[in-house]
């Protein structure tokens, strides 16, 4: 029960940093998230809020977006498809 609410407590902090107006703290939240697909946990619910930083205009930042989209893109086609119409803006 209490891996499940830190696991909880874990998306609910990344999901935070993700929607912080701070650029840096995006990179880093973006990161974590990119590590934990890494090692195979679900961070599939950020979908919508890794897709919103697509918004900021730095390099970076879209690269780490494509990797996670390319890996969530066959679980969520939907999501996928409304997310490269953010990539061609």
């Known amino acids: 029960m209490a891996e499940i609410e830190s696991k909880k407590g ?3 902090e990344l999901k935070a940093e993700l929607n912080s107006d701070k650029r840096e703290r995006k990179k ?3 990161k974590k998230v990119i590590a934990s697909m890494t090692v195979g946990k679900d961070v599939s619910q950020l979908f ?6 697509m918004q900021i205009d730095n390099l970076e930042l879209k690269k780490l977006v494509y990797l996670y989209l390319m890996n969530y893109a066959k679980t969520q086609p939907e999501m996928a498809i409304l997310a490269v119409n953010t990539f061609a803006k």
């Open 10 to 12: 874990e998306i609910y």
């Open 28 to 30: 880093e939240a973006l």
């Open 48 to 53: 919508p809020d890794v897709i919103n930083c």
